[in-house]
């Protein structure tokens, strides 16, 4: 078993973390499209209340994700809505990857779902 050093395993620690908070967005925003038959104008509409007047119907809470930040930077992890059901989520990554479901690019890993 081959263990890393203490500062490559945080770094992975954090990057699992940066995939998870990645993942849940993809699902909020899956669950979002549901409700309004469109994609959210920005993360933030995904953890709107009742009140917000940007979103025709807010996603219930077991729907949202945990966090729309990094949790290092503290920066909002960027997001773009594409055609019809298609979105992009970015992150910076402190590690490379070797996932088959990035896509590295200059430091940014790139997760595109439907």
């Known amino acids: 078993m081959v263990v890393d050093r203490p500062d490559v395993e945080r770094r992975l620690r ?3 973390t940066r995939v998870q908070d990645l993942e849940r967005i993809a699902s909020a925003i899956d669950c ?12 933030a509409s995904l953890t709107a209340g009742m009140d917000a007047e940007s979103v025709k119907r807010p996603i219930p809470d077991f729907c949202k994700p945990r966090s729309i930040v990094d949790p290092i930077t503290g920066q909002a ?13 970015c992150a910076v990554f402190a590690e490379p990857s070797s996932d ?14 439907r």
């Open 100 to 113: 088959d479901r990035t896509a590295s690019v200059t430091g940014y890993q790139l997760i595109i779902r």
């Open 14 to 16: 954090l990057d699992k």
């Open 32 to 43: 979002y499209w549901t409700l309004n038959g469109q994609l959210p104008p920005d993360l």
């Open 77 to 89: 992890y960027r997001y773009r809505a594409l055609e019809g059901a298609n979105f992009e989520l």
